[in-house]
């Protein structure tokens, strides 16, 4: 068997973390959380993980977009996957982001609470794709 | 906005007077009461004095050569809503007192006056510049309250419902064989009641971003057939859509419509989500967007339960929602319609419905071509 992958979250809602922990866990992801920016930011260039979780509104409502925007400038950590996770909108609003918003560099945007099967499934992808074949994390596009 | 300015402007008048006698006795009358006076012996040079200093009060006689009373009320009303005007006129007939005030002037001081009476009509002046000013600093206010509450509230309501809900998902999905039938179903029942709350927040959030006209933007223009086959492609993911056929069918070469994508989105897909939710296994639901003159014609078809007559009328009513036996298990916000109509309205399009009871329903949503000069055409007559 192959090395676990491993997932960063970086999420202020110790819940939803846990939530989410369990699920990764479960199936076999190695998972390590950060409850703010900052300390999102040292640990991925600490772990570098194979993919990132990232909710968009932290305590400093928008902290996450700028998480993101720093992600990408540190070279290690630029073609990490990143799924941008909110509660902003709900699942049956339609979350759609301008595909050339290139000011919101992730792979994927998903509304919270997350359907467990479609996030494995993204994240099974997203893990598992080589840099150059995911959606460009460039100009945040979403995969439809 | 926010805070007030404390400076000498807010203590001063404007006079506009021909008459040295007036200017000079104005003056000496309010600077004695603390006011900072300013005066003009003609229209032109006060007007333009006006535009720097924004005075709150200003005084001016009706008959004078050059520019008269009138129509420097005239100019100065388009330069300064605010301004509270004071007309002084020598022939005090109500006529030339009740002209002024049709044309915005507060109040008026007939020749000859006491010093007494300068002094009562401009503090009554200042008065109502103040009040003026206070409902306006609080109606910002409470724009401000209204905008800070529908985004960060409405954001802190949905966080832990999220939290609660999400601790469920995974619960069922990483237990589902351990747990006993009797706790997968209170589970699902409490997923289900969850999600209709989120739902619940989500349509009110949206309600209240049209209300403020926060929403649509009607300079927007979007191809609104490819947004018909994204959210067509979407709804045909979910697990629940599985025994029905959806399809769409888009005119090929279909000009944009009127209206930014997220609130066309949301239109096209709150009526493919009653369709769906109305339907029957086996049923359909259909998709198609054309072209007729200026108008894009967006049509949403089902072949589901239908609306009874009766609830007809009341379709695009807040929070109203049928309940027969066949619907009262659908969860539902009751504000998707009103949503859509008032998108449709704010788009300056219209929207229908033609519906049989046991046969099905179709929506049908006409929105303005983006390219036509639909001000002409579609705006509110303007003028008398």
Known sequence: ?144 | MGAIPVSARENTVFVIDDDAIIRLSCEQILRKSGYTVETFANGHVGIERLKEVRPPLLVVDIKMPELDGFEVIKIVRKIDPEVVIVVITGYATIETAVDAMKMGAYDFLPKPFTPGELRMIIERGFERWRLARETQLLRQQKEEVERKFVTLVSHQLKAPLAAVKQYLDVLLFTGNAQLPAEAVEWISRSQARISEMLGLIQDWLMLAKLDRGALCDRNASSDIGKIAETVVHEYRQLPSVAPLTLTSEIEPGLAQARGDAVSLSMLVGNLVSNAVKYNRPGGEVKVSAGSDGGWITLKVSDTGIGIPDSFRPHLFEEFYRSKTPETQNIPGTGLGLVICKKIVDELGGSIGVESKEGAGTVFTVRLPKADVAGEVELAEPVGK
């Not at chain 1, 409502?61 to 996957?81: D, K, S």
């Not at chain 1, 990143?82 to 609003?93: G, K, Q």
């Open chain 1, 1 to 144: 068997m192959s090395e676990p992958k491993s997932v960063l979250i970086i999420d202020d809602d110790s819940d939803f973390v846990k939530a989410i922990q369990t699920l990764l866990e479960s199936s076999g992801y190695k998972v390590r959380s950060a409850s703010n920016g900052r300390d999102g930011i040292q640990l991925a260039k600490n772990v570098q993980p194979d993919l990132m979780l990232l909710d968009v509104m932290m305590s400093e409502r928008t902290e996450g977009f700028f998480v993101l925007q720093e992600i990408r400038r540190i070279h290690a950590l630029h073609q990490t996957p990143v799924i941008v996770l909110s509660s902003i909108y709900s699942e049956d609003t339609v979350f759609r982001v301008d595909p050339q918003a290139g000011w919101l560099p992730a792979n994927l945007f998903l509304a919270k609470p997350v359907d467990p099967t479609r996030l494995l499934s993204e994240v099974k992808r997203l893990t598992s794709e080589p840099a150059d074949q995911r959606s460009s994390p460039a100009v945040g596009r979403e995969k439809l």
